[in-house]
Structure formats: structure tokens, C-alpha cells
């Protein structure tokens, strides 16, 4: 979803040929998004447990679970500036397939 509203219409852009303004857009959002996502990133990191302990803290569910958990949850959310990258990069591929001329240019980094 958020790569269909920072970069609404890359085919557009793919079919008018003008390279330039594709890589200037794309790389303007992915900067503007990971700037976002990164400083909430960290947060989420910070306040993992905080988080898991007040959602399962309680009953069967100890301490030593709590903990596996915050860190379960901190390992996982070191994955969403990635994954907004690759969203963005997707909407990318997938107009640049619908302009196999700018396809040749190879926006795409292999991970």
C-alpha cells in the first residue's frame, strides 16, 4: 500500500521513457519511507518488552517467555526498512515490465 501512495504511477513514468525522473522518484521515496520506518523501527526495538510483558505477562506465561518473545518481536521488526524497500522496488519491477525499454537499464539489486 504505501508504495502505491509515495510512487502513485510508475508506469507512467516507465512509458514516457524518462529514465531520470524514474530514478529520481523512486530513489526520493525509498529515502523518504526508510527515513520514517527507521525511527520507528528503533522504537519498536526500545519498547519490546515493555510490549511483550504487558501483552503476555501473566498466567501460565513467565518471565523467560516474555523475554523470548520481546526478543522474537525485536528480530522481526528489523526486517520492515527492508521490506518498504522491496515494496517500493516492486512497484518499480512491475511497471518497468509493463516498459520493457527502461527494463534494460537494471533498476533491480539483487538481495
Known sequence: MQS???LSNPSE???ERDR???RQGVTKYV?????LVIPLT???ISF?????DVLFNRGAFGEADTKAVAV?????????PVATALAIATRLVASLRASPVCYSDGYVVPV
Open 4 to 6: 502505491t501512495i509515495v
Open 13 to 15: 513514468i516507465s512509458a
Open 20 to 22: 531520470g525522473r524514474l
Open 31 to 35: 529515502l523518504v519511507s526508510l527515513a
Open 42 to 44: 528503533v522504537g519498536l
Open 48 to 52: 519490546s518488552d515493555p510490549i511483550a
Open 72 to 80: 522474537v518481536r525485536a528480530c522481526s521488526v528489523l526486517q520492515l
